[in-house]
Each structure stands twice: as C-alpha cells, then as structure tokens.
C-alpha cells in the first residue's frame, strides 16, 4: 500500500508538475486530482477527512504506548523507579506520561526553531527512523557479535540474512541524515538530526548508570 500510494503521487506530479510538498503529500494530490468542484470536490474531502481521523487514531494509539515505555523500563529497574509510579485512583502512570510529554514538546520546539514546516518534519520523522533503526542493529549483530552461547545455536543461514539486514538498517540510517526535502542549509539538517540521537542516546545510557549505581549501593 505504502509503494503504490508512493508511486501514485510520483506520478501524478511527473504528469502535472504540481507542487507537492513531504508533510501531506495524500491530501494535495487528491485536492490538485480532483479539483475545486462537483462531486469530485466533494469525494476528495471526504477522502481528506477520514485521513485525518485515521491519524489522529494513529497519534493516540502511538502516545499510549510510548508513554507506558518508561514505565515498564521503571518496573524492570532500568530506569529510577519513580517513573513507574501509578495515579493512586486512576491507576496511570502519570509521571511516565508527564515525562513523555514534556520530551515529545521539547522536540517538536526544538525541530520547528528556525526552519519551515517541512523541515521541522523531517527533522522528526528522520531522528525517529534512526532510533527505530538502532534497535533493529542491534538485533541484527546478535549472530556476530553476542553472547558465545547464543552464537553457536543460530544457523548459518541466519546469521547470513542478519548481516544483510545489518547492512540495509545501517545504510537507512545514513541516508536519513540527508534531507531530502528542500532546506536551507543541509549540514544544519544533518547537525540536528545528529545531534539528537547522540543526546537521546546519553540520556538513556545515563539512566542505566544511575541504575547501575543504585544497584550496587549499600542497602
């Protein structure tokens, strides 16, 4: 669905040379497809409007769980156990909420200073495609790279497709730093978008320490 919407808008812009920016690029080429007027108009807003619902459905759903993250590395004594405190009535937890919120607003701030909205967006989409990928790394090295006991019970074969996967994720990643939307200046594209996953990064790995440390103080 994903490549044949894709190849849709493509081709429709090669056919027409309309203008069709990287944050709602669906809506604009139904809008420019069906034009101002008559039943077409109508369909296309239609079209636009269940769109949206769809992803403001899709934001609560990911928000939900991205907030309950944090609590469960809280559970696990990843992170400080305050993250797993739960709402005494309401039984959510509020302060892994609050925490999420606070991080999800910062980014949109700081990925919006200066810039246009397209930017702004794929300053965002790109930084979370690399964290996403970083985990999907890791998975992959396992067979090269983990535990002796591990290695030795995985086939060859698999170990064979997890270095291909390896190679493929690395090289999304890469190129996720490249805008490839139109933007003023392209090393401050990629400075940002860097720049967040390194702090992201020593965020966590800063948590682990502290609860490394926790665990091995005196009770």
């Not at 967006?121 to 396992?142: D, K, Q, R, T």
């Not at 720049?195 to 790995?205: A, C, E, F, P, S």
Request: hydrophobic share 55%; proline share 6%.
């Amino acid at each position: 669905m994903f490549t044949l919407g894709t190849a849709s808008v493509l081709a429709f812009h090669e056919l027409t040379g309309a203008t069709i920016n990287y944050i709602a690029p669906i809506p604009q080429t139904l809008r420019l497809a069906f034009g101002d007027s008559g039943f077409a108009n109508f369909l296309a807003r239609l079209v636009i409007l269940l769109l949206q619902i769809r992803i403001l459905g899709a934001a609560s759903l990911i928000f939900t769980g991205v907030t309950r993250l944090p609590m469960v590395a809280g559970w696990d004594h990843l992170i400080p156990p305050w993250f797993a405190r739960l709402h005494p009535r309401y039984r959510t937890p509020t302060n892994s909420i609050l925490v999420a919120t606070l991080l999800i607003a910062a980014l949109l701030v700081l990925a919006s200073a200066g810039v246009r909205a397209a930017e702004a967006f794929a300053v965002l989409n790109n930084a979370s495609n690399i964290l996403y990928g970083l985990a999907y790394l890791a998975m992959f090295a396992i067979p090269l790279i983990g535990a002796q006991l591990v290695r030795v019970r995985i086939p060859t074969w698999v170990a064979v497709l997890c270095v291909i996967g390896f190679c493929a994720t690395l090289f999304s990643c890469a190129t996720s730093v490249y805008p490839f939307v139109d933007v003023p200046n392209p090393l401050h594209f990629a400075i940002k978008i860097t720049t967040t996953i390194l702090v992201t990064n020593l965020i966590g790995y800063g948590f682990y320490r502290i609860r490394g440390l926790l665990a091995a103080a005196p009770r």
